[in-house]
């Protein structure tokens, strides 16, 4: 199960965002850190029952660094104040869908899909939908696909792309440039000990989505 502690920390670290704090909190870290790569492991372990691509992840490289990159921000605050990890195909840093888990103590959730994918990957994820459309409009449909995870959410352009015709029956996917999903974790569920089989049972409503999209960008 995941650390008590988790987003006590997070709530803590937002109003004390400093390294003093940090290094003087810094066991309290690594306690609850060693506890989600355990969460990790149990996830991937889940999540590759029903997809093999996520089978052999390290769990602990699938958690993303709590240090913030500052260089370019105005914004100097060292620390993020919310804990993630991103299961996919390659790793977290690849370019496939994955998904995603996101502890913070404003709100936890839970989703997937390909966030601002790059112009070659948009290019491929357009041209899969372009020729199997109909099939990523009977995932969306699915009932409970849309119990779980609503609509598929992402930044859309005004106008179709130049390289399709306005009058294309998926126009209104074609039009996106990310393509992901969420939905809410219930924050009383962190410290239960099937929380871990009881996201991956979650994912797995989203894996079509998911195959989908990686098929495209195969």
Known sequence: MLHPDL?????????????????????????????????????????????????GLDPSRQIFRINRDIRFSKDKSPYKTNMGLYLAKGGKNAVYGGYYVHFDPEGCFMGGGCYQPQPPELKKLRAH???????????????????????????????????YDKDHPQAHLLKFKSFFVSCPIDATHLGQEDFAGEIADTFEVMYPLLRFLNEGLD
Do not use: C
């Not at 997070?10 to 290094?23: A, G, I, P, R």
């Open 129 to 163: 939908i372009d020729l199997f459309g109909k099939e990523l409009e009977d995932i969306l449909a699915d009932e409970r696909f849309k119990e779980v995870y609503g609509e598929l959410r992402g930044e859309q352009l005004r106008n179709m792309p130049k390289e």
């Open 7 to 55: 987003l006590p920390f997070l709530s803590e670290l937002k109003e004390n965002n400093h390294k003093d704090w940090f290094d003087a909190h810094r066991d309290r870290y690594q306690s609850i850190r060693k506890t989600l790569v355990g969460f990790s492991e149990r996830l991937i372990e889940g999540v590759s029952a029903f997809d093999e691509s996520i089978a």
